[in-house]
């Protein structure tokens, strides 16, 4: 046969010269194979009924057509080489055969066998070809089919063989119809604590010497070989279940498993055997029974909870509700379970409980709250927990507090009450005693003042008197008489200095600036008197005069200043003393330091004061535990900042204005 397009020479005369025409024709009429003949040029001169049903083309639109333009078609260089060498080997009068893919009508290909001969001439011509085509593309599909299924099923077996090896699940394959031989998976193995061998048999119906050692119980007792899953599977011929089975081992040690067993069956439908799957459950019944020990606990803490505890699911439909909380009610847990909260309990609608339950089941957040009672007359104190599934609630009865506290609260009225009594009784008695002490002070000063006029105006002046007249006893005894003049002159002097100390005590007991000018000038001639009789410099500082209203307090502050200078002179060994007046947001402040040995201010209060009072006549004791208690009186305080050798400093603070 010529593939490929014709040669531009004439058409052949003539038709191929068939033997026996009419016996051919009739065979090729009803060949299966397609049967085709071409002229010279390899233009159809025949095409059977298989050529029409195999190509898609008709006879009428086969003839007078090459196969380059029907069905085998030749577009590369390749082909179009390819076809060249099959002309020639045909016109050396060889016979082809071989596979080619085709193309039908519609444009669809197919898969060829073909065998095709060159027919000549008396002469050696070729006048012609004969071919045959078969469609092989069916049975190449049924072979391409075949390797596809031969490949998938070695996939299969392959991924079924190492599920088998990784399977957790433990699976078990009998043998034969009794179950005598069973090998299983690693896991399998594993399960029954044998060696992952293969060879290793793990039938209970194995002979003794191969029988495995550990015990099959259900229910704790012991299971025959033949009862047990693969073998009664095998035996009857239908699946077998077993919700659980109990595998004792020698070590004392044990599993709990789930079996489900299938017989296998040959071709005739007879049992070959059986094939099971178990999976240890051993760790999910522990898992239970901790289960069970942890919900018969909550229980035990459910039943002790002395306060009304419920649970309501996410439609508001009670799930759980203790005794404790149910009981107030007149009803059973049963009763609650299973019903909606609202419509048991409409009085709730609207109001503080369904606000807070709703709040807590749609924010997720935990609401507290107090109420009282719809159904009762008790308080209680609301904690609503909020949960996946809904809300958990917890009431405590607080009535009895709620009592408490109302009668806490009219305690607090009554006490509110007398405290105000008390308060104000304190302040007429805080007022009075200020009034007793500033009239005591006035008292004090009016004594001191009289008593300097009696020093001044009556002893001074008799012993004025006296000492005139030692003067004139002295001048009239005689010369010679020298003893009794010098006893006459010691007492002129002892005189004087009496006379002296009486006029000092008589000032200190009633300065003469005191009353007449504001407090700072007092300060200031008091600082110009000790400097001259002690040898003290005093600085003073101070911005104003200071003057107080309050003239018992303007004593008061004079009296304190000088009483701390006096213990400055007389204790601290200062070279010099600091007096400085200032006002302040707590009021009139005096600060009062010096520079001399200082003292421990964690001494005991009356300890300081007997070291630091008076002791020699020239001022009263007044010592500091004077000075703390008679500013109190005022409202006042004392500060002392001291140590050995630090020298001292001390602030009064008294809760008057300026110019008050």
């Known amino acids: 046969m010529h593939t490929g397009d014709p040669d531009e020479s004439s058409l052949s005369p003539g038709l191929i010269d068939l033997q026996n025409p009419g016996v051919m024709a009739g065979f090729l009429e009803i060949a299966f194979d397609a049967a085709v003949t071409f002229d010279a040029q390899e233009r159809i001169t025949y095409w059977n009924p298989a050529a029409e049903q ?17 069905f085998w078609l030749v577009n590369t260089p390749e082909e179009k080489k390819s076809r060249r060498q099959r002309q020639s ?9 071989g596979e080619h893919t085709s193309c039908r009508k519609d444009g669809s290909s197919l898969r060829v066998q073909y065998a095709a001969r060159a027919v000549f001439d008396a002469a050696g011509k070729v ?46 394959v009998a043998h034969d119809p009794d179950c005598v031989r069973i090998s299983g998976n690693p896991a399998g193995y594993r399960m029954v604590g044998l060696p992952e061998n293969p060879e290793l048999n793990i039938s ?14 259900r229910n704790g007792v012991e299971v025959p070989a033949q009862d047990l899953p693969m073998q009664k599977a095998a035996r009857l011929g239908v699946e077998v279940r077993e919700d659980e089975l109990e595998l004792r081992f020698e070590d004392g040690s044990q599993k709990f498993l789930y079996a489900f067993a299938k017989p296998l069956f040959d071709s005739q439908g007879k049992s070959r055997g059986a094939i099971a799957a178990m999976l240890d459950i051993s760790d999910r019944r522990r898992a239970e029974e901790r289960l069970e020990r942890s919900n018969q606990k909550l229980n035990e803490i459910l039943a002790s909870i002395q306060d009304d505890f419920y649970v309501i699911d996410r439609d508001w439909i009670f799930v759980y509700a203790n005794r404790q909380f149910t009981s107030k009610l007149g009803k059973e847990p049963e009763d609650l379970i299973g019903n909606n909260v609202w419509k048991m309990f409409p009085k709730h609608v609207g109001m503080i409980l369904e606000e807070n339950f709703r709040a807590a089941m749609e924010k997720r957040e935990t609401r507290r709250f107090e109420m009282p009672g719809k159904y009762t007359d008790a308080w209680y104190k609301i904690t609503v927990f909020p949960s996946p599934e809904g809300i958990t609630v917890l009431g405590s009865d607080i009535s009895e507090r709620k009592h408490a506290e109302e009668a806490l609260r009219d305690h607090q009225k009554q006490l509110q009450l007398l405290n105000e009594t008390l308060e104000q009784q304190v302040q007429e008695k805080t007022a009075e005693v200020r009034s007793l002490a500033s009239d005591l002070v006035k008292a004090v000063q009016h004594e001191r003042h009289r008593i300097s006029h009696i020093l001044h105006d ?26 009794a003049r010098k006893e006459v002159s010691d007492i002129e002097k002892q005189l004087a200095e009496i006379l002296e100390v009486t006029r000092h005590l008589s000032i200190d007991l009633s300065p003469p600036i005191l009353s007449d000018e504001g407090l700072s000038h007092a300060i200031h001639w008091l600082a110009i008197q000790m400097g001259q009789r002690y040898g003290l410099p005093i600085d003073i500082q101070a911005s104003s005069p200071f003057a107080i209203a309050d003239e018992a307090l303007h004593v008061l502050l004079f009296n304190c200043v000088r009483e701390l200078l006096f213990n400055i002179v007389k204790h601290a060994q200062a070279s010099q003393a600091m007096v400085a007046l200032q006002w302040a947001d707590a009021g009139l402040q005096i600060e ?19 070291e630091m009072s008076g002791e020699d006549g020239l001022r009263p004791n007044f010592g500091l535990s004077t000075i703390r208690h008679q500013l109190n009186l005022f409202g006042g305080r004392m500060e002392i900042q001291s140590e050995p050798g630090t020298g001292t400093r001390i602030v009064l603070i008294v809760p008057v204005v300026e110019g008050g």
């Not at 080997?89 to 055969?97: F, P, Q, S």
């Not at 009062?592 to 007997?610: I, Y």
């Open 89 to 97: 080997r045909l016109k050396r009068g060889e016979t082809l055969r």
């Open 458 to 483: 009556d002893l001074q002046q008799r012993i004025y008197g006296i000492r005139m007249q030692l003067t004139f006893l002295h001048d009239e005894l005689q010369r010679e008489n020298e003893a």
């Open 54 to 70: 195999m190509y898609g083309w008709t006879a009428q639109e086969a003839l007078g057509k090459t196969p380059a333009k029907l």
């Open 592 to 610: 009062v330091r010096d520079d001399g040995r200082g003292f421990p201010v964690n001494l005991p209060e009356r300890q300081v004061a007997e």
């Open 204 to 217: 209970k119906s194995a002979p003794a010497q191969e029988r495995p050692t550990y015990g099959t119980f």
């Open 127 to 172: 006048i012609g070809y004969q071919a045959i085509y078969r469609d092989i593309s069916a049975g190449e599909l049924a072979l391409e089919k075949s390797k596809e299924n031969e490949e998938s099923l070695r996939a299969r077996t392959e991924e079924i063989e190492t599920l088998l090896e990784v399977s957790p699940i433990a699976i078990f």
